[in-house]
């Protein structure tokens, strides 16, 4: 077992060029190369430590200055799970291999739904918008279709928090889990809300029907949320793995949100300097532990198909991963890696099928090493378990590959 800190840090949607198998899972993304389109785009890069770390190698091309690295440890992994997800894609990295969902309305599980919730003894109603109806639960809580991503992809239990509190949103929410194949049901609620605004926030778009989360008002104050995914099992995860060994999870930005963590410290946050820095100060409180750090603004940037707001994102994720190493010490790697890609050139705002980098930092690292390609992200969640001693369900580890 080592005594410092396995460190991973997630460029959301920092790919490194498309799949072999999108020609026919998802055509639409044929010619992705996140990182690729934005080196060849005109607009000024400062990114020496994804450089010197081994970018270049990874990706396997030089372009320009863009030149391989003469010392670093560097591979790159494919996507296990379906599609290109945010979410799926965190919880096959901490050791998850998720089962492929279905994309589905509400309306056909409704009448499964009450009958599960009534023999738990909750008091259910329906509210109904023309032929369509979602459940009301409790009178506290609204359950219906995701109104807010690409429709079917998720359920949302929605609650009034003051009247309800969050374990019987978060228990109504795994009820219905047990029904649904959809990727997500999101339970989440707010306070300073009742379900007179919930209701009054009702919305239908064909044969789908939901609540408007941000017209409700549940996001405006002591906002809680819970996303339980489809074969999602987090027993089995790293973090709960490393819990049953003492072993502490500090983790930050949307990974705080969306990976189950049973101990440790936790900072939700979107702006990346801010994200680096919380990650960074606690470098200085801990000196052992599994830290998991999540820079959004870089897919934020993707979904909007600005390259010049992505580069401007990955400058100061750059710099920040500068500060970041000096803080370093002999027993610590650090991983910089992505979740899939989002290239904001490709002609669409969607997520795109790309693999994604592997860039390590180990101080006593000298010369080239190749990681090789791994066949599912969650290598590096079984690699955070061998350097601690223990193991996980799924991945293989390459920690010899780091520490030779």
């Not at 939700?268 to 960074?280: M, R, S, Y």
Request: net charge negative; glycine share 10%; hydrophobic share 35%.
């Amino acid at each position: 077992m080592n005594n410092g800190r396995y460190i991973v840090i997630v460029l959301d949607s920092f790919g490194i060029g498309e799949m072999a198998d999108v020609p026919e899972v998802r055509p639409q993304d044929q010619g992705s190369n996140t990182a690729l389109h934005l080196i060849e785009y005109n607009k000024e890069k400062k990114w020496p430590n994804l450089l010197k770390l081994g970018l270049m190698n990874a990706m396997d091309y030089e372009v320009g200055e863009f030149k391989k690295s003469n010392n670093a440890i560097f591979g790159k992994s494919e996507l296990k799970h379906f599609g290109a997800d945010s979410y799926f894609g965190h919880q096959e990295i901490v050791g998850t291999r998720p089962k492929e969902p279905v994309f589905e309305k509400i309306q056909v599980y409704l009448d499964e739904i009450q009958e599960d919730l009534e023999e738990n003894g909750f008091v259910v109603d329906r509210i109904t918008r023309g032929d369509l109806q979602i459940l009301k639960v409790n009178n506290s809580i609204c359950i219906g279709d995701n109104m807010e991503t690409d429709l079917g992809q998720a359920i949302n239990v929605v609650g009034a928090l003051d009247y309800c509190g969050f374990d019987m949103i978060d228990e109504v929410g795994h009820i219905v889990r047990r029904h649904v194949k959809v990727p997500r049901v999101i339970a989440f609620g707010g306070s300073g809300v009742d379900i007179k605004r919930i209701e009054d926030n009702v919305l239908v778009k064909g044969d789908f029907m939901g609540i408007d989360a941000p017209g409700s008002g549940v996001y405006e104050r002591n906002y809680h949320v819970n996303h339980i995914g489809y074969g999602v099992d987090k027993t089995i995860q790293l973090p709960t793995i490393l819990d049953e060994i003492g072993i502490e999870n500090h983790l930050y930005g949307k990974a705080e949100n969306i990976i189950y963590s049973p101990n440790g410290t936790g900072y939700n946050c979107v702006d990346t300097k801010e994200t680096f820095e919380a990650l960074i100060s606690d470098l200085d409180k801990y000196k052992k532990g599994f830290f998991l750090a999540n820079i959004q603004e870089t897919d934020l940037s993707g979904h909007g198909e600005d390259p010049d707001r992505y580069i401007d994102v990955l400058n100061i994720a750059d710099e920040m991963i500068g500060k970041l190493i000096s803080k370093l010490n002999d027993e610590d790697i650090l991983i910089i890696m992505a979740d899939h890609g989002n290239d904001p050139t490709i002609g669409h705002s969607k997520h795109t099928r790309e693999c994604v980098p592997l860039l390590i930092n180990h101080n006593h690292h000298k010369g080239v090493t190749d990681v090789g390609l791994r066949k599912t992200m969650a290598d590096v969640g079984q690699t955070g378990a061998d350097y601690f001693g223990t193991k996980i369900k799924n991945g293989e580890s390459f920690l010899d590959k780091i520490l030779n």
